[in-house]
């Protein structure tokens, strides 16, 4: 979903070995075309493993590399505490909805 020049990214259900290959393609190819700010929102994520992890930091990488960023959104529960003991907030904002991640970048 766009909004002016920002992206929201909905991820649904679980972030994992087995979905992400399919998310880091979609990720990369939102990038290619020159959406580099982007806000993935994570609030219908049950699971995160550390490939999810991957996933993320690529796509900050990727977005960065290019001049834009990477914001969260919406985590909670088990994705919470797996980006907060892995340290993902320290260098990652995050924000309680999509809605202020998008504003976020007007700021």
Do not use: K, W
Not at 56 to 62: P, V
Not at 69 to 88: K, T
């Amino acid at each position: 979903m766009q909004h002016n020049d920002v992206t929201v990214v909905r991820i649904v259900d679980d972030l994992d070995a087995a979905t992400s290959e399919e998310a880091t393609a979609y990720l990369d190819a939102e990038i290619d075309v020159g959406h580099t700010n982007l806000v993935i929102e994570l609030g219908d994520v049950a699971y995160m493993s550390s490939a999810g992890l991957r996933v993320i930091l690529s796509t900050m990488q990727g977005a960065r590399q290019q001049g834009g960023d990477l914001r969260l959104a919406g985590a909670e529960g088990h994705v919470r505490r797996v980006l907060d003991m892995s340290g993902f907030f320290r260098f990652i904002q995050e924000f309680p909805t999509a809605g202020e991640a998008v504003a976020s970048y007007s700021r």
